[in-house]
């Protein structure tokens, strides 16, 4: 069974920064981290190719965010800077298909991604 477990999480003030964790009990073709804020549907936040390759980001991150890897250990990271408000969400780590640039901009809130599993999330908080 596959499993993703995501930490890292907690309560923040604007401005200030956060790191979340993600580690995978098997391999994929990537990792994507995913945000469901209070009220609104499942968003994505970025994805990164489990063999190498161009990392994605939404545009909403604005090179606030890098996603990272350590394979030796199977886990992906999510560097949040300049956290504001409206970053608050559960954030979700994935697993699935690599998909183009356009296919992340393009899907719908809410849906899968292309992502096959998913972990239980964290919550993190950014107060004003």
């Known amino acids: 069974q596959v499993q993703l477990v995501e930490s890292g999480g907690g309560s923040v003030q604007a401005g200030g920064s956060l790191r979340l964790s993600c580690v995978v009990s098997?391999?994929?073709?990537?990792v994507g981290w995913f945000r469901r804020a209070p009220g609104k549907e499942r968003e994505f936040v970025g994805i990164?190719?489990?063999?190498?390759?161009?990392?994605y980001y939404a545009d909403f991150v604005e090179g606030r965010f890098t996603i990272s890897m350590d394979s030796a250990q199977n886990t992906v990271y999510l560097q949040m800077n300049s956290l504001k408000p409206e970053d608050t969400a559960e954030y979700y780590c994935?697993?699935?298909?690599?998909?183009?640039?356009?296919?992340?901009?393009?899907?719908?809130?809410?849906?899968?991604?292309?992502?096959?599993?998913w972990g239980k999330g964290t919550l993190v908080t950014v107060s004003s």
């Open positions: 994935a697993l699935g298909r690599y998909y183009s640039r356009s296919f992340y901009s393009t899907r719908p809130s809410g849906s899968d991604y292309g992502m096959d599993y």
């Open positions: 098997r391999r994929s073709y990537a």
């Open positions: 990164i190719p489990w063999g190498g390759g161009e990392i």
